[in-house]
């Protein structure tokens, strides 16, 4: 997986550390981006039109025959 660098504010990182429970800087800010994802992904699947189920599904993986 592809790493990137991003620099904060010193007072942001801390609170971040603080919010999430972490002593490093860089685990506290995947933590919150992967929360803040998860919970956008749930209102997703919760307001989505039935409509719209082709935009969020997996593609279906071939058949490998013998």
Do not use: F
């Not at 860089?26 to 992904?41: F, G, K, N, S, T």
């Amino acid at each position: 997986m592809a790493k990137v660098t991003v620099s904060l504010d010193a007072d942001l990182a801390i609170e971040l550390m603080l919010l999430s429970g972490t002593t490093n800087p860089q685990d506290a800010v995947e933590l919150i981006a992967r929360d803040y994802l998860a919970r956008a992904h749930r209102t997703e699947a919760r307001t989505a039109d039935a409509t719209d189920a082709h935009r969020t599904a997996r593609p279906a993986t071939p058949i490998q025959e013998g």
